[in-house]
């Protein structure tokens, strides 16, 4: 009799268990971004605002578009981006899926990356994505231009942010819409300039009280080949950049090739080594990269200097409505 009782409590159990993962029980898979990107600085930043332990989630360090890839075959429950708006990945997603759900940051969350980041409370408006029946609210930072002050010389960084400005209208992407004069120093605060942006920015009538970066590039030993330090192919800077280095070419007596990278962290890293001439960071890992923090304790980055604001980043947290997640707290 004994014996039967411990045998159907058994099987009662091993239902129970078979129950719970059929309803998603167990740790998450998050896409949480490229081990060298500041997606993958923030998403851990985000989890320390929820008290999410490393024990509530397997971690899958992902460009954005595997990670949408991941999400759309059921393989990831969740990726964090930090994404322009409106992202080509995540409506490219929905068109897949169908069934995006986006979610947002609490108040106490917000709160707390404010005092620990520079990032700052964004609210997406519900008309940004067909699927978004209600605002979403998040937090946002700037995607900004960082050169090599040892290889980009003032002219040569007078007719980068001047292009960026001036032939922004050529640049199809969408969010070449926010290079304009009035968004030019978004970003900027607390980072040294460039000498020949600061001097383009001034003739058009900007006040810049920025620290000038000083420069060992000159003109007459300037490299004709430069290289663009972007982000992975799912995400928004490789697209930018790649048509933000083809109005370059254009206009310019250089050849910039955009290359796929980890995005910020790498990119700043790049310009520190010596591999790269000009990259593309949010600014928060930026301030850190110059001040030797967060990522870069001891090793500062001291040759890179502030060319131009590109568009506002915005931490983008998607999944899909079959994944029984309605908030981050349901990941503990």
């Known amino acids: ?37 500041e997606t ?37 429950d969740i990726s964090v981006g930090i994404l322009g708006i409106p992202a080509g990945s995540i409506e490219s997603l929905q068109a897949s899926a169908g069934d995006v759900k986006m979610l947002e940051l609490s108040d106490e969350a917000i709160s707390y990356i404010e005092e620990n980041s520079g990032y700052k409370h964004f609210t997406i408006p519900e008309d940004t994505y067909e699927f978004l029946d209600s605002d979403v609210d998040t937090v946002a930072a700037f995607a900004i231009l960082m050169a090599n002050t040892d290889t980009i010389d003032e002219e040569l960084g007078y007719e980068l942010a001047k292009s960026m400005i001036e032939n922004a209208d050529e640049n199809t992407h969408t969010q070449a819409e926010q290079m304009t004069l009035e968004n030019a120093l978004k970003g900027a605060e607390g980072l040294p300039i460039h000498p020949g942006a600061k001097r383009y920015y001034e003739e058009q009538g900007l006040t810049v009280d920025n620290p000038v970066a000083e420069l060992s590039a000159d003109e007459a030993g300037r490299d004709s080949e430069l290289i663009l330090g972007t982000g992975s192919q799912g995400g928004t800077y490789y697209p930018l950049g790649g048509e933000m280095a083809n109005i370059w070419n ?14 910020s962290v790498e990119n700043l890293s790049s310009i520190r080594d010596g591999n790269m001439d000009l990259g593309m960071t949010v600014h928060t890992p930026a301030l850190d990269a110059l001040a030797g923090e967060g990522d870069f304790e ?16 915005i931490i983008q947290i998607v999944t899909r ?7 981050l707290d349901d990941l503990k």
Not at 50 to 69: L, M, S, T
Request: charged share 20%; aromatic share 8%; hydrophobic share 35%.
């Open 1 to 37: 009799m004994k014996k039967k009782k411990i045998v159907g409590l058994t099987s009662l159990l091993f239902g129970i268990i078979l129950l719970l993962s059929a309803c998603g029980g167990g740790a998450k898979n998050i896409a949480i971004g490229p081990p060298a990107s």
């Open 40 to 76: 993958n600085s923030a998403s851990k930043l985000i989890f320390d605002a929820y008290d999410i332990g490393e024990d509530d989630y397997k971690e899958f360090q992902e460009g954005f578009g595997d990670a949408a890839d991941g999400v759309q075959d059921g393989n990831i």
């Open 250 to 263: 254009n206009h310019l007596d250089v050849n910039i090739t955009n290359t796929e990278t980890g995005a």
């Open 298 to 313: 001891d090793s500062t980055v001291e040759n890179a200097a502030f060319i131009g604001h590109i568009y506002p980043e």
């Open 321 to 327: 409505k079959n994944s029984g997640i309605d908030s």
